[in-house]
């Protein structure tokens, strides 16, 4: 797995998806949620850009003009990469209509990592609950019984061994990943509090053109501090990149990250094998024994809902008649973003968050040596980091 260690210069603002208006008595609040998309557009940002400079173009070159059409954008486009090969292959690795609208560069998942160790910490799973009174870590089971199934659905319900039980909030190393894939829990000392802490800051509104002030238009924000008092923390990224761009274009490059382009610096580290590291190939065979797993979400996914796609799952895995027996997707979020090429507003959709656990029974034999699942159409499913375990 190809790795990034991006180190942010400031504060970061990555906002919530209520509207923004710059008055006084506005706060712009952040969302609490790490999207991978957020740190792949500011890579392809950079590379774009940096691109757009060598070669004297400008980006609105291949953006779409007041009045435009997508048809009328793709050929004024294509006109353009005739007579440049680079550009194609620039276009393709950002995601652009022209060539094709799936990118050939993506974020699978963006983590917490302590700054000495790069190593990166995990979401604690949703059936990991804590006991109410002397805070010991449970795990939540289905309980396969005809009279504990959720009415009007085909799911049974998760349940835990003690009554009165409460949310675990945090994050989780590698080795606590490891064993909880292979069915066990984390150990309460491995669980930290999310690394960061939300600070305000006051701004003013900017003209688009001539960048002067707006009179009365202020807000305030709130922004991420990671927290770097005892401990400096930063992200790692994991990233595909088909084109070998990120050699090319970011070596150790300044990047702008989040709402007002804040600067981070993006380096490239070690990569990682994730087989070795978590015990893929065994755990594969313990499954394929025990006809059952769990699908763990490390990053944020989109299904058009809550529920994970089990079509697209059973043909990735190369299993027979998976059937979903309980789920835990938490409370859904709400993302947009900004289309580019299009130059407009991207929609809301509804995304489920990291952490979500969905548990599988299945026939026959999963048809791989890795359990990092990856699935990404034009039908919006955006699955980009998810790993199965036994339950």
């Excluded at 792949?40 to 940096?50: M, V, Y």
């Excluded at 600070?199 to 922004?223: N, P, S, W």
């Excluded at 989040?258 to 981070?264: H, M, Q």
């Amino acid at each position: 797995m190809k790795r990034l260690f991006i180190e942010p210069l400031d504060v970061l603002m990555f906002r919530s998806e209520r509207p923004f208006i710059a008055r006084e008595s506005h706060v712009a609040k952040f969302s609490k949620i790490i999207f991978p998309l957020t740190f792949e557009g500011a890579i392809k940002s950079k590379i774009f850009l940096e691109f757009c400079k060598r070669r004297n173009y400008l980006p609105s070159d291949f953006q779409r003009k007041k009045n435009e059409d997508r048809s009328s954008l793709n050929e004024r486009v294509k006109k353009l990469i005739e007579d440049d090969k680079e550009l194609k292959e620039i276009l393709d690795a950002i995601g652009h209509p022209a060539v094709n609208s799936e990118s050939s560069i993506q974020v699978l998942g963006v983590f917490f990592s302590k700054k000495d160790k790069k190593e990166e910490f995990f979401p604690v799973p949703n059936d990991v609950v804590r006991k109410d009174e002397d805070d010991e870590i449970l795990k939540l089971t289905p309980i396969l019984k005809e009279e504990l199934k959720i009415p009007d659905t085909k799911n049974y319900t998760c349940f835990s061994i003690h009554s009165k039980i409460k949310e675990e909030k945090g994050l989780m190393p590698f080795d606590a990943l490891k064993d909880y894939l292979w069915g066990g829990k984390p150990d309460k000392s491995q669980i930290i509090d999310i690394p960061y802490k939300t600070e305000l800051r006051t701004g003013i509104q900017l003209e688009k053109g001539t960048k002067t002030t707006v009179e009365g238009h202020l807000y305030t924000a709130e922004f991420l501090r990671l927290k770097d008092w005892k401990e400096h923390w930063e992200f790692v990224v994991w990233i595909e990149d088909k084109h070998k761009l990120l050699d090319k274009y970011l070596k150790n490059e300044v990047i702008r990250l989040g709402g007002e382009g804040k600067g981070a610096i993006c380096t490239k580290i070690d990569e990682i094998n994730l087989a070795d590291k978590l015990g893929f190939s065994e755990l594969i065979e313990k499954i394929n024994e025990e006809k059952r797993f769990k699908l763990y979400l490390a990053s944020p996914s989109c299904f058009n809902g809550h529920e994970s796609p089990s079509d697209k799952l059973e043909r990735e895995l190369g299993v027979k008649e998976l059937k979903m027996i309980a789920k835990l997707p938490g409370k859904p979020i709400y993302i947009g973003g900004y289309d580019f090429a299009m130059n407009r507003e991207k929609p809301l959709r509804r995304w489920v968050n990291a952490g979500a656990v969905y548990y599988y029974e299945f026939d026959g034999e999963i048809k791989r040596d890795n359990l990092l699942i990856k699935i990404i159409n034009k039908n919006n499913i955006d699955m980009r980091c998810a790993f199965i375990g036994r339950w």
